[in-house]
């Protein structure tokens, strides 16, 4: 039996300006955040750290991701996408500039803020998980930010 795949989505966040890194993934023309598949005996913020420096090549110590509190349960049956998808954030260092390290993949890395990312909410490119994330926020960008800073206090 095919079953769900379980990925971790990573907010890379910038606090001065409420934006986050995202970027359009060339295999589904969808915009998204950092993250992969989580490994065995791998837990969310180690997966979130993990996939980070392979995508940016931002060096972020384990201690300074956070879990986002809940799991999506994405499906997609059109595209034949289906996802429990968990978020860590981590706060991008001052010292560290990050590059596109898989451009095979995806796009530049970008700041999306709130009008970026309504934009491409509005035009349905966001990746699935994302999306359902969003969804959850009453598709309201300041509970979405508001969420995600709660996580570093």
């Known amino acids: 039996m095919d ?4 990925g971790v989505g990573v907010f890379i966040f910038n606090k001065s300006l409420n934006k986050f890194l995202m ?3 060339k295999d589904c023309n969808r915009v998204a955040l950092m993250g992969g598949h989580l490994e ?3 837990t969310i913020c180690e997966c979130a750290q993990r996939e980070t420096l392979e995508e940016s090549n931002l060096q972020i110590p384990l201690q300074e991701f956070r879990e986002y509190p809940t799991a999506f349960n994405a499906i997609n049956k059109e595209d034949k996408y289906h996802y429990i998808t968990f978020f860590a954030a981590a706060v991008k260092p001052d010292d560290q500039e990050f590059q596109n390290t898989e451009p095979d993949k995806q796009e530049d890395w970008e700041w999306y803020g709130e009008e970026e990312f309504m934009k491409v909410y509005k035009e349905k490119k966001l990746y699935y998980s994302i999306e359902f994330l969003f969804k959850s926020c009453n598709e309201d960008f300041s509970i979405l930010i508001d969420r995600i800073k709660t996580l570093f206090k």
């Open 23 to 25: 970027s359009n993934r």
């Open 3 to 6: 079953r769900p795949k379980v």
């Open 40 to 42: 065995r005996y791998e």
